[in-house]
């Protein structure tokens, strides 16, 4: 259920170029209440070789094939990450190629274990009445990287899809710096100008949640609605039973 629902997410990150904002480099979270999480890093190989230090042919006329995509999963796992798919096509937004890399995540607290992520420190702690997170991205690989056409507007973007009500994040509006709200189907996303990222400016993305599941809760409203009408339901029935009967 949780994968089917994850894919769907992605899909729709996927398509964010005609959905909403671009970006040229996105870690999309899906955080579980008991630390696990999926990671989908949808990007551009230009940003993977300068942000992540793969080393890739960034021509987007260059062979995408099963070897391009075998070479990818290769780097990635020989870096610690657990890879569970490398999309086997790619897209293409002004002149460059992106392709998408899930990875699974066990435990949060040991995501920069993948070096992938190992630009980031985690803390999640489950306090018993609340979850929080705190995630500090630090410097990126730093990686040069020849003819790319970027033109400065570039954004990168660290998503987090959450399970239960938000109590608490963070997040600013990239552009006036105050408080955003939350996105529909309780989702944070962070931003940051792609040229900071790749100059290693920090950013600290925080959040506390609720430790009950919003599925969970809505199961629970669903259930206790159903047993109120099967209640009346039969209230109604009996009332009809025990009514007297008119004589003819």
Known sequence: MRFWVALALVSLTACSGMLGKE????????LALDGSAIVNINASILSLVALRGLDLDAN?????????VANVRRQAEALGCSVERVSSTAWYRHNRRFIQIRITVPDIRAAAKCGLLSWSKYAFEDTGAG???RQDVGAAAGKDVTAANWDGSEMVAFKLHLPSKITFHNMRDIETGKTATALRGNILL????LADRRAGKPLTLEMRMDRESILKRTLLLFAAAFAAAL???????W???KRPRRSA
């Open 60 to 68: 987007p006329r260059a062979r995408f094939d099963d070897a391009f």
């Open 131 to 133: 979850i929080s997170l």
């Open 190 to 193: 962070w931003e940051q100008r």
């Open 231 to 237: 209640v009346v339901m039969g209230g109604a029935i």
């Open 23 to 30: 970006y040229e480099y996105e870690e999309d979270v899906t």
């Open 239 to 241: 009332w009809t039973l």
